[in-house]
């Protein structure tokens, strides 16, 4: 491993002779570098090996080729957990960014007060998903929860929410959203700021209504923000796991996470399954890969539509 | 911004400190390679340690043992306490202990195979043993067995025998099912109480008048209304506590006696499975959604939400710290007469690594913890599970206290049986789930669910015997 550190100096040695500032930085940036090899590169590139062979983790790899990448194409719980995965993301990537913008532009003004709904809505954020899970089961528990008292009292009839195979993924994303609102109207709240208000009192100056200012002003002025934001919500909703795995009972039972009966599986749960619950980590790495070339290429299409929508300055 | 000199030295220490990181970064990417062996050799103070000829002589060399067990809060203190004894009795050997949670411990084991530094033993779920032994992780015990143990005197050796007669483990203790019933619960719907003739016919028309919803009503009452129920009439979970032990008992089964292929989809079975659902579907069995909105799927029982359940041993302490009135008897029969009572046999396995001194070591132990009523005894007396030496289970030590019928546990072994584990054991039974919990659920006729359920099965069979 430390001759790959050793490879890399030549490159940076161009210059023909690193100067004081050039050694020092290096040697700043050295534990880092050695982490990123042995920990991140290593493992990916374990991972990209693996992936192309049979590894039960209990002994070693056995090359098979392309084995499973086909076992994978030909699987019908890969495809029915890749869908779950793009369900959970087409709901919840865009009602979060919506109603995460408009919160923001809501508690954007200068009153004292907003800081306390600010702080309210982040607080969500901060907690971890066991206590949100335990919140939501007061809530949402077919036999005791809140949710089902009101509608029975309503006359209508009781529902099994996270155990009814329809409702399971809308209420994880709702849910979701409820938790990852406040830490994306951070994000908006920051973008708002740098919009120079001038332009809005131009604007004003016009005639120009709330409505009109919020859909001409804010919302072209401020779309370098949501084009971070939707990156960064879809990548980290493709990976999603912590959520589901907790609120679907994995902490209970490994292989009843994803239910009931595998309609909220979603990607990550099934590689987690595969790889540590079945032992077949060649395939759990070959489900990554494939996870990783999905992202890649969502990224790169969301790169190249940005120049349609985007505006920088 | 010092002088030249300060420069030229922070330029030489700089030098320095980069070329330590660097060894540094190595010596720690080297250390994750071979620390296997390094720990093995390292630690034994004599001078001679490693060396497999020396184990036999008389002045017994000093040994490291890594033992590992999955912990829970009700035993550490009790497991510390035999391994203290353990090194009085054989000061040549020093313990060392690696436990945590059963989720992560088991979670960490396979990683510690893969880097070859699990220990030397471990405590292995009943149900894993299969996983490892037919993976090559085990060592083979049946020569020590055939040697050091008369089976005659012990419950569950036979629990750990694969399909060419070889053992791979010795149990520490037995987790075998019977039906618990909460007497309160019977008393008020005016129910006898179970008796061991009990069909499962018997057992759900009882269950039918201690099925009551939030209102009061029972399940015999036309007004009772199956979307709020506030008690079951018996909870079911998944394989060992739910649907091994019907299936068995109207003929069925899961696996053929190789282990290998599926015999899911016959008459028999489906014919249990008609008797669950049609329980289900009137609740008075909790379907797999219903036990959702429990804290655990043991849960009901202990929390007075169930009048019966069929349980494995260690479920009397839940029961008990409940302070539940209950008792318990042998679990029904089938129409046909038939009794089926699954059985765990948790069990103390050796890592086919461990040789020489280390190996011998390892073995001490599992005679140490078998053989020595003592041991059995105190173990017993956490009431985790029926000790494996039948001396001390038929004690009246193990015999007293809640329940009182703990005779029961002892007169399932006459018709016990294991949950046909074998190395891809959780993944066939996670496929067998996903499909009968669908017509548990009403979603899909049993036939279907059966049918499916074997191609499935057969899949993860094929995957991992046929390569």
Redesign the interface.
Known sequence: ??KR??GDLPAIKRKKRLD?DG??G??MV??YL?HFI?FVLGSLLASLYFSFSDY????PPKWTGLDNYAKLFNESVFWKALWNTVYFTILFVPLQTILALILAVALNQKLRVLKLFRLAHFLPVISSWTVIMYVSDAIF?????FANAFLIKLGL??Q?W??DAHLVIPLLVMIAVWKGIGYIMVIFLAGLQNVPSDVYEAAEIDGAGTLRKFRHITVPLISGTTFLVLILSTISTFQAFEQIYVMT?GA????SAGG???ASLVLMIYLY?EG????RMGYASAIAWVLFVILFLLTVVQVVLQKKWVHYE | MGGHAM?GK??SW??L??SL???T??L??ACSGGNGGKSNGGNAESPGAGGDDKGKAEQAEKVELRLGFYSSAQSDDKMQELIDKFQVKHPNITIKTESSPY?QFF?KL??Q??AESAPDLWLSDGVLVP??AE???LKDLTPLIEQDLNKDDYFGLDFNKDANGKYWGVPQGIQIAVLYYNKDMFDEAKVEYPTADWTWDDLKSAAEKLTKDSTGKFATDPAFDK???SQYGLTFFSITEGWMTVLKSFGGGVLDETLTKSVINSPENKKALDWIVDGMNRELLTT???L???Q??MAPFPSKAAAMRIGIYARTIDANAAELNYDVTILPKGPEGKRFSPVIANSWVINKKAEGAKGDAAWEWIKYWATEDEVQKEWASLGEAVPVKKSVANSSEFLSGKPENKQAFLDSFEFAGTLDVNA?W??W??KF??NI??AF?G?VPVDEALKKADTEVQQVLDEFYKK
Do not use: C, H
Request: hydrophobic share 35%; glycine share 6%; no cysteine.
């Open positions: 491993m430390s550190t050793g004081s050694k020092w290096l040697l050295t534990p050695v042995v039960d983790i209990l002994n528990n077919p036999r005791f929860g009839d009781p099994k996270l155990q009972g209970m039972d490994a292989s009931p009966n595998k399954q540590f619950s079945f032992l | 420069k922070l330029k700089g030098t400190l980069l990181t660097l060894v970064a190595m720690l990417t989720n979670q396979d990683t195979i893969a996983k490892y993976r090559g992780v979307n709020k129920i797999p959604s219903d959702k909105s429990f655990s799927n891809v959780s993944e039974v996670g789930n996903d919990n669908r659920e979603e």
